[in-house]
C-alpha cells in the first residue's frame, strides 16, 4: 500500500473535516456533528455513534465509556488519552448523536443513516489509506466483518478490505458500563491480547513515535 503524501493528504483531510462537521444528511440526527478533528494517522480508530454528552464535550468517547477505553490504552499500549487522540485519527459509524429510545438508552442508528455516513468513513480511508483499523463495538464491527459473538472475534487481527483498501482490522468490544464482556471470561483473557495486537501493529508504532510531527490535534469546534 502506498503511503499518502503527509502535506497533500493533510489539506484533503483539514477539507473533509470541515465539510463533516456541516453535514446535514440525516434529520433525526441531533446535532453538532462529533469529530475528533483533522488527525493525519495511518491507525484510524471506528466507534459506533457518540452519545449525548459527546456533542456537548465536543469529542468522541468524552464519557464514561472513553475513559475505560483509554484506560485500555493506556494499561495495555502505553499510550494515555491526550496522546491517543493527538496521533490516532478517530471516526465513527455515525457521527451525530442518534438521541434516546422511547424505552430508554440511546437509539440505534437506522440503516439509512448508516449508509448516509458510510461516505465519510469511505473518504476517510481513501485520504488516509490506514495500514490499521481498530473497530470498537459490534455495530462499528459488522461495517467490516460478520459479528455475532464478541467471543469469534476478539483477540485476533483481520486482513480485511472495505472501499478498495487493505489493512489489518482488529476488534474491540465497546467501553460501555452496561456491557460485562470485557470482565468476565473469555474476555479477561482476549481483551488484553486484542491490545496486545494493536501494540504490535508497525502502524501503531509509527503512529505512536513519528506521526504527531505531522499530525494536527484538530480543527476548532
Known sequence: MTIPDPINAQARLDLHVAS????????????PVVSGGAVLSRVMLVGQAPGDKEPVMGRPFAWTAGKKLFRWFKDHAGVDEATFR???????VCRCFPGKKASGGDRVPDPDEIL???GWLKAEMDILQPALVIAVGKLAIRQFMPCEKLDTVIGSSFPTEYAGHRFDLVP?????????????EPGRVLLPRALRLIADHP????????MASTSKPGLPR
Open 86 to 92: 493527538s496521533r490516532i485519527y478517530m471516526a465513527a
Open 20 to 31: 463533516l462537521l456541516r453535514c446535514t444528511r440525516c434529520p433525526r440526527m441531533h446535532k
Open 203 to 210: 502502524a501503531w508504532k509509527i503512529s505512536a513515535l513519528k
Open 172 to 184: 474491540l468490544p465497546h467501553p460501555s458500563g452496561a456491557s460485562p464482556w470485557p470482565h468476565q
Open 116 to 118: 448516509n455516513c458510510s
